[in-house]
């Protein structure tokens, strides 16, 4: 029998550190897409490409750590 080959996505928590008031409209709607309401909230999202970017276009109100 074979082994299954773990495919699964590596799991990133994200913190949103700083407001996002008064920042670009796309920047809410990359933080709000993350999953992330209000300072101090913390979410766990996959590690995808799509992710990503979006946590590099915002990178600068965040914390990013390893799962």
């Known amino acids: 029998m ?3 080959k773990n495919t699964a996505p590596s799991q990133v928590r994200l913190t ?3 407001s996002i ?13 993350l999953g992330l ?5 913390s979410v766990v999202v996959a590690d995808t ?4 970017g979006m946590i590099n276009k915002v990178s600068y109100l ?3 750590e390893d799962a």
Request: charged share 30%; with cysteine.
């Open 2 to 4: 074979a082994a299954k």
């Open 16 to 18: 949103l550190i700083k």
């Open 21 to 33: 008031n008064g920042r670009l409209k796309s920047h809410k709607a990359c933080v709000s897409g």
């Open 37 to 41: 309401r209000r300072i101090n909230h």
């Open 49 to 52: 490409p799509e992710n990503r």
């Open 62 to 64: 965040l914390r990013v």
